[in-house]
């Protein structure tokens, strides 16, 4: 983990949920700013955002059960509704009130899936090159990684998911240096802690046959509840993963969202793309002040 470390420079704070320990950040103070990462990331992902932000507000990044540092558990339900559950612990935690959520990649269901339970507490969003609402394809390579055994070997027993993804979701290699790529990697470092990275993939709902669907529909008809909530969705166009079609129905769900799109980021769009999200996330910020 010491490779990473001077980019990383937080504190490390914890909440134990049924004996396990659920990693989160707590930078700052003022207006709380909820970070929410995705798979196969972790909160070293808005390294650059926390730094920033914690100069004015006060940001909490957690890391999902199984990810970054938090416990791995090997036997343990990796799901959207205990993910959304943990969220909603640690929010509770800290009596947080008139939040603005982050959301990137499985952060977007599970950060919904949680403000939709506590409506009146999220009052703005900053949405990165995610999906909080049925998908109607998957790209190949992660429909693989679905398969029984296939799946397991690729992703727990190669690493092929989270060893790929620097150099796949990462649109501006230059960034992925070796510290860099290391942080991205250091928590899943053998089978054991990679457990998390394949279940977050295997929970992923094709068709409502799959135990997650209902829940991912339910969230995706709860969105229009925020119809008027300032959000600002900020769009990596070279994700292969999260295309612009998922951008498309982000704006056909909330027509009124400020949208700016980065031809040159992929799927790690604050990876590719901080210097320029910091600037508008302030210009946001400013035109839709809580106070």
């Not at 799959?210 to 991912?216: A, D, E, G, Q």
């Amino acid at each position: 983990m010491d490779a990473f470390r001077k980019l990383y420079p937080f504190d490390s704070h914890y909440l134990t949920l049924d004996g396990l320990k659920y990693h989160y950040v707590d930078e700052g103070s003022g207006e709380p700013l909820v970070m929410l990462h995705g798979n196969p990331t972790w909160s070293f992902y808005y390294r650059a955002l926390i730094s920033e932000f914690r100069k004015t507000h006060r940001v909490i990044a957690p890391d999902h059960m199984g990810c970054g540092l938090s416990d791995k558990p090997q036997d343990y339900p990796y799901t959207l509704a205990r993910h959304i559950a943990n969220l909603e612990a640690l929010l509770d935690s800290l009596k947080l009130e008139r939040m603005t959520f982050f959301l990137h990649d499985w952060g977007g269901a599970i950060g919904m899936g949680c403000a939709e339970r506590h409506p009146e507490r999220v009052q703005r969003f900053v949405i990165f090159n995610t999906a909080a609402f049925p998908a109607s394809r998957i790209p190949f390579r992660i429909n693989l990684c679905k398969l029984p055994f296939v799946g397991d070997l690729a992703v727990r027993g190669l690493n092929a998911f989270a060893g790929l993804a620097p150099s796949m979701a990462c649109a501006k290699q230059e960034r992925m240096t070796p510290d860099v790529k290391a942080g991205y990697l250091a928590p899943y470092d053998s089978y054991a802690h990679r457990v998390a990275i394949l279940k977050f993939v295997q929970d992923i709902p094709m068709s409502p046959a799959h135990p997650t669907y209902k829940l991912v529909e339910d969230i995706g008809r709860g969105l229009s509840a925020f119809q008027d909530r300032p959000m600002l969705i900020i769009w990596g166009e070279q994700d292969w993963c999260f295309t612009t079609e998922f951008l498309a129905e982000w704006q056909k769900r909330f027509p009124k969202a400020d949208v700016r799109r980065i031809p040159e980021a992929g799927h790690y769009v604050v990876e590719d793309a901080h210097e320029q999200i910091i600037p508008w996330v302030r210009e946001f910020f400013a035109r839709h002040s809580l106070t």
